[in-house]
């Protein structure tokens, strides 16, 4: 019953390090999301992928990649971390790009 | 900028009381309209959603109102409790954007036992 699965939970880079934030769902959703939560700035749509093998830029997508693995996994990597991207990042999934997203518990990123 | 614009950033109310959340948008294509309530430490799960041709949806003590003309929305808690107390985000998504999602910024609600 794990649902949407994100590791690691907590990450402290340097900046100019780069790290890859991994996410897996057991609910045999098509679309899968990355977004990024500040304060006072809701969730940002960093990418996202509507079906297996494609991918596409959403709100903010600078400093990032993604890949969709398969249909059950969907990174995100940050190639050269910089203090912009201290976040909280949250990956999510759906059955379709129509539906309700259900999403994981978030991975607290702070860069220094 | 954002696409939906919530407030307030924050509301305390007490125990029984009710909750107000606006939100308001320009974009005349959206066409639905979630609201998603987030616990700390965890992630957002959808409350409750409304689509344009109707103008209430409840379930339980939740409700959303939604004004066309005006272009807001806006959800009710009813007899809130503290079990209520979390983040909720309002939202908006059209066709015309690939069904992406446009969040609020978010209003934290804290419900006074």
């Known amino acids: 019953n794990a649902g949407v699965t994100q590791t690691p939970k907590f990450q402290v880079l340097k900046t100019g390090q780069s790290m890859t934030l991994q996410c897996a769902q057991d609910?045999?959703?098509?679309?899968m999301y990355w977004y990024r939560q500040d304060p006072g700035m809701g969730l940002r749509l960093i990418y996202y992928?509507?079906?297996?093998?494609?991918?596409d830029k959403g709100e903010v997508p600078n400093g990032y990649n993604v890949s969709r693995l398969n249909k059950r996994e969907f990174s995100l990597r940050l190639e050269s971390a910089a203090p912009s991207q201290t976040s909280v990042y949250f990956c999510?999934?759906?059955?379709?790009?129509?539906?309700?997203?259900?999403f994981g518990s978030g991975t607290q990123l702070s860069v220094l | 900028q954002q696409q939906v614009k919530q407030s307030p950033q924050s509301l305390i109310v007490q125990k029984g009381g009710i909750s107000i959340i606006n939100c308001a948008y320009e974009?005349?294509?959206?066409?639905?309209f979630p609201w998603y309530q987030q616990f700390p430490g965890k992630g957002p799960a959808l409350l409750i959603a409304?689509?344009?041709?109707?103008s209430e949806k409840k379930e339980g003590r939740f409700t959303i109102s939604f004004n066309k003309s005006a272009k807001q929305f806006s959800l009710h808690i009813m007899d809130s409790q503290p079990g209520d107390s979390a983040t909720y985000f309002c939202?908006?998504?059209?066709?015309?954007?690939?069904?992406?999602?446009?969040f609020g910024a978010g209003t934290t609600v804290t419900v006074r036992a």
């Open positions: 992928s509507a079906s297996e093998g494609t991918t």
């Open positions: 974009n005349t294509a959206f066409d639905y």
């Open positions: 999510a999934s759906s059955r379709s790009v129509r539906e309700k997203l259900f």
């Open positions: 409304i689509r344009p041709d109707v």
């Open positions: 609910m045999n959703h098509n679309s």
């Open positions: 939202a908006a998504s059209s066709r015309s954007n690939d069904y992406k999602l446009s």
